[in-house]
């Protein structure tokens, strides 16, 4: 059996065409675990393909295809669905659009894989090989991930990448932010890989670096604390995920800086408790985050803090307000995005109730678009926030104002980093343009949100003014984010 892997890329990270540059690129895990997910009795012949390092070459021998898919680049893995498919492949998609939207996907593929895929992707391949193929397939992940087998990290262009040690000890997330896709794709789900197994991967690694892409395994504390401490003797460089949780706890912390630990991006979302808390964050405390900043720095980690704009509570100072305190507190790397309505979450359907959605053009949902119509502003106004944001916190002011507090220790791969973001940020309003309206998606949704607002009596809206403007389409645009 020969099987093809693919992972399409947005326009803004795509190879060649995108500002996403090799200094910001690490090797994702999805297609290196599914091409190690292979059964071994099938004798496969396996390569991969991430489009956001190279030219998708779609002239090859397949018996199966496999094509993973984020909500920004659906529509794209659809149209090379079908054309290999005309060519008489069987294309299997999954990942996180698939999930939400399974449906959505089955209209281009022979086969759609639904949640996590380590025992349905197996199953599936076996299935192929005995010509009875399904149309969908899903398993249930339990909270124990014993077994995962080591990623194909052979399979790899390594030069294309910053690094391909990247792995994972824990999946899934317990919290339930209302913007947040985890929640709606992967419910109720944080799984546990065996502190032994994580170790073992780990010594695998060329070099010392390893970077971690758990959303944050410092909500279970004790899980956390025994895997850093098995982690100190391996003298490894890492950086990963967390919440403001590790900072929380004095030995946890120290723990991870024993164990290595030299960067962590934290989604602060917001310096303001009201969005926090309206977001379902409110677990993470926005008074503390300069206090969680010092605390880190103290320990020689730096943060990449991610922001994000749009929420009700946000008004035209919140760019402003933003950018001061990344400077003020030092945040070495700040990264900022759109508040973006992935199909299915709670900010979705809240949005769609409210006929505040511009469009269903998926491509723009990519966290750099605005895709809706925000409570404060217009969607031209928070798009250009955005932008200038990028732009002030990549100014060569700020960042050697930042950078002033960086720990020394990760000065060097901080100033790399910097300097990566910074092309980014000039150049982002290249790939941004035109907000984008669909006037008849948007009477439609209008009409939807009409007789929703009739049925409950009046339930939360944008309020007689916002029906007016979504009715005219006086102050709409579009965009996208992902």
């Avoid at 690694?205 to 970077?211: K, P, V």
């Avoid at 070495?332 to 769609?352: C, H, Q, W």
């Avoid at 300097?419 to 150049?427: C, I, K, N, P």
Wanted: charged letters at 25%; a negative charge; aromatic letters at 10%.
């Amino acid at each position: 059996m020969k099987i093809q892997l693919l992972s399409p890329a947005g326009e803004i990270h795509r190879n060649q065409s995108g500002i996403f540059k090799t200094a910001l690129r690490y090797a994702p895990l999805t297609l290196t675990t599914l091409a190690a997910l292979v059964p071994e009795e099938l004798h496969a012949e396996v390569a991969i393909q991430d489009e956001g390092v190279q030219s998708l070459d779609l002239d090859f021998d397949a018996d199966v295809v496999g094509i993973t898919a984020i909500t920004g680049t659906a529509l794209r893995a659809y149209g090379i669905a079908d054309q290999l498919r005309a060519r008489g492949h069987i294309v299997v998609i999954g990942g996180p659009h698939a999930t939400l939207l399974p449906d959505e996907a089955a209209q281009h593929d022979d086969a759609v894989v639904v949640g996590y895929a380590e025992k349905s992707w197996p199953q599936l391949l076996r299935d192929v090989a005995q010509g009875q193929l399904k149309p969908r397939y899903f398993t249930p992940t339990g909270r124990s991930l014993a077994g995962v087998p080591i990623a194909r990290r052979d399979l790899l262009k390594k030069e294309r990448y910053a690094t391909i040690n990247s792995i994972e000890a824990t999946r899934g997330c317990p919290h339930k932010c209302d913007f947040c896709v985890v929640p709606s794709a992967w419910a109720n789900i944080y799984a546990h890989r065996p502190v032994e197994e994580v170790v073992a991967e780990l010594e695998t690694f060329e070099g010392r670096e390893a970077l971690f892409i758990d959303l944050s395994p410092v909500e279970d504390v004790n899980y956390a604390k025994s895997l850093y401490r098995a982690m100190i003797p391996l003298r490894k460089r890492w950086v990963g995920l967390s919440t403001t949780r590790i900072a929380e706890d004095r030995e946890l912390l120290s723990l991870a800086a024993q164990s290595g630990c030299k960067g962590l991006l934290i989604g602060f979302e917001s310096i303001s408790q009201d969005t926090l808390n309206e977001t379902h964050k409110g677990f993470h405390a926005a008074p503390e985050y300069a206090e969680v900043v010092k605390k880190l720095h103290d320990h020689g980690i730096g943060i990449q803090g991610c922001f994000v704009f749009g929420f009700d509570n946000d008004d035209e100072h919140v760019f402003e307000r933003t950018a001061e305190f990344v400077d003020r507190t030092k945040i070495d790397l700040p990264r900022y995005a759109v508040v973006t309505p992935f199909p299915n979450t709670g900010f979705y359907k809240r949005l769609e109730r409210e006929g505040r959605l511009l469009h269903q053009h998926w491509p723009l949902y990519d966290v750099e678009h605005v895709v809706f119509q925000p409570r404060q502003m217009s969607p031209e106004r928070l798009q250009e926030g955005l932008e200038w944001t990028w732009r002030q916190s990549y100014s060569w002011r700020s960042i050697f104002r930042r950078l002033a507090g960086a720990p020394w220790s990760i000065l060097p791969l901080w100033v790399s980093l910097n300097f990566g973001y910074r092309y980014y940020a000039l150049h982002l309003h290249e790939k941004t343009g035109t907000i984008l309206r669909d006037p008849e998606f948007m009477k439609q949704a209008q009409a939807r949100a009409e007789r929703s607002f009739a049925l409950t009596g009046g339930g939360r809206t944008c309020g007689t003014a916002g029906r007016a403007e979504l009715v005219s389409g006086a102050a709409w645009q579009s965009g996208e984010s992902d």
